[in-house]
């Protein structure tokens, strides 16, 4: 069976305003098996949002190779769902609508889409919230809404950049538990982006560290944490503590040079 | 948290040491009438100390009213131009030729301007081609347009339409090509991820994104309008409220004018308030300006 996501030797430039050229990512290489929860950590500007927008085809390669679910990405994709990090829900439709969105827009008639979205919204919580606009909602309540938004189309790959990075760490810990029963009941591979070490061994059977930028990945490792899990109570597990101790001592140098780095354009 | 959960908390009389227990859902209602009534009341206080002084001055002699008219003699000529019409006619003819003009204008200028700039905010080759034209053309003081419309389209509504719909055009089209740049790339790779095609990103998220610059536009744009039709009129009319101030104008009579002149704003602030329900019927996801309470 062919993985759900390769990246082979996969490099991106960007032109910054002033002329120059950025690399955020180099000679990175990594791949996702189908069922697979994956995260990818590293120090802040590594690349990591810049590897989804490649996976999800919003963005093309300058250089290396990318597949997803067996094909090469040459193009926005079907069947690839993508949580983003600041809100990306419309904030001039309704829950409803918002939900209904993705399945309007893959033919589905507006009646058919609405039934399928009541469906959905009543699956994160939130029935009875249907026709309220987001800026009515919370903080946690939109990224259940964006949540719904991007499982309701059914994705076999799901992209998820550092989505709760914005929620406090009740609602944070509860959404993550709402991910986690979510994804068990799909088959999709998920890569979900972060800087909280904590959160990525908690909810995936995968890390990857990334080095800091230009970001290739620096090592991979397997948790081998039971499912199902609760999230909140995970950590306090010997295995958790090992593995933690494990990945952040890889991490910690990025994360230290990462700073270095700040401080010293800080000071140029 | 809820929304009920907060009006429930917020509607609990808190009691303090020293402060007897208020129900501050009622205490914020009466705070509110009490704004309401001052405001109202300031607006008239206003209105009497403009209108007082101004009378007073010209009676005493002070200021010339040749020149500078009397608010009494302005609203004994709006009367006897209600009651007894106006050199040109009866009132309303003018009046409602005017607002032939503006809204003309307005609505073509706007249509004009929203279509334009929706397409070249969403087509770049399209934008660096004419952008040297429209900011030329921009730079060209419209009004004078007004003169060649008169020409070229006749003294009749045309060369009015025209030339009011010339001052909203860029306006509008520059809200509006500004709006489809300023739309929020996350919003845009959601939807595109989501599926959405060319037509469905511009009709759902392009233009809504958009919508709150152009109806931004819209409110200064009526005002546009309006000094293109009473413009187009000074250029050669034979009705309209333009027409009827330059004849005015010519007769010295400085009432006149000013009675024209109120005419004009009290049509301007009648549009105001229907573009203004217009805005909140299409903005209606847009969370309410914050009101400033005390609790």
Redo the contacts between chains.
């Keep these: 069976m062919a993985p759900a996501i390769e990246l082979r030797g996969v490099t991106k430039r960007f032109l910054t305003p002033s002329g120059g050229v950025y690399t955020a990512l180099r000679d990175l290489s990594l791949v996702v098996q189908p069922g697979e929860f994956c995260a990818v950590v590293g120090p802040t500007g590594c690349g990591k949002s810049t590897t989804l927008a490649l996976i999800s085809g919003l963005e093309p390669p300058s250089e290396g190779e990318v597949d997803v679910l067996g094909r090469p990405v040459t193009g926005i994709a079907d069947g690839i769902g993508y949580m983003f990090q600041s809100d990306a829900v419309f904030p001039w439709k309704t829950v409803l609508e918002n939900v209904a969105a993705g399945p309007r827009y893959h033919g589905l008639s507006n009646r058919d889409a609405r039934l399928k979205a009541r469906d959905w919204i009543a699956r994160v919580g939130l029935a009875g919230f249907e026709d309220r606009y987001p800026y009515q909602l919370s903080g946690g309540m939109r990224k259940r809404v964006a949540l719904a938004q991007s499982l309701i189309n059914g994705p076999r790959i799901l992209l998820m950049d550092e989505p709760f990075s914005a929620l406090d760490v009740q609602t944070r810990s509860l959404m993550e538990n709402e991910l986690l029963g979510l994804w068990a009941a799909s088959s999709a591979s998920v890569v979900f982006v972060t800087h909280d070490l904590e959160e990525a061994i908690s909810l995936s059977d995968r890390v990857f560290v990334i080095t800091a930028g230009p970001g290739t990945v620096k090592s991979n490792y397997k948790v081998d944490l039971q499912r199902p899990r609760n999230v909140a109570e995970i950590r306090f597990e010997p295995r958790f503590v090992e593995i933690y101790q494990e990945i952040w001592n890889d991490l910690r140098d990025e994360v230290a040079v990462s700073y270095e780095r700040q401080k010293r354009s800080g000071a140029a | ?1 809820n ?1 009920r959960s907060a009006a429930a908390r917020l509607s609990v009389p808190v009691s303090a040491p020293g402060r007897p227990v208020v129900d501050l859902a009622a205490q914020r209602a009466h705070d509110a009438r009490r704004r309401q009534l001052t405001v109202q009341g300031l607006r008239v206080l206003t209105a009497v100390v403009w209108l007082g002084s101004w009378e007073l001055t010209t009676r005493l002699g002070w200021v010339d009213k040749f020149f500078f008219a009397q608010p009494s003699e302005i609203a004994v000529k709006l009367w006897v131009w209600t009651t007894q019409g106006t050199e040109l006619g009866p009132l309303w003819v003018q009046v409602v030729t005017t607002m032939e003009e503006t809204v003309g204008g307005f609505v073509v200028g706007s249509l004009l301007g929203i279509v334009m700039g929706i397409a070249l905010g969403r087509n770049r080759l399209l934008s660096d081609v004419l952008s040297p034209y429209i900011k030329g053309a921009n730079a060209i003081p419209r009004v004078v347009v007004g003169a060649l419309f008169a020409i070229s389209l006749g003294l009749d509504i045309k060369s009015k339409v025209a030339t009011a719909a010339i001052l909203v055009f860029f306006v509008v089209f520059f809200n509006a090509f500004q709006g489809v740049r300023e739309v ?1 790339r ?2 845009v ?9 060319n037509r ?1 990103l511009t009709t ?2 392009i233009i ?2 958009a ?1 709150s610059w152009i109806i931004a536009s819209l409110h200064i744009s009526f005002g546009l309008a309006l000094v293109g039709a009473v413009v187009g009129e000074l250029f050669g009319a034979t009705a309209g409220l333009g027409e009827l101030i330059y004849s005015a104008k010519n007769n010295f009579d400085a009432d006149g004018v000013f009675a024209g002149m109120a005419l004009l704003a009290a049509i301007a602030l009648v549009a105001e308030i229907l573009i203004t329900a217009l805005e909140n019927r299409l ?5 309410p300006v914050a009101v400033e309470t005390r609790i």
């Design positions: 948290m929304v929020d996350n919003l790779a959601n939807a595109r991820i989501l599926g959405a095609g469905q759902e998220i809504p994104s919508l903005i209606r996801w847009r969370p």
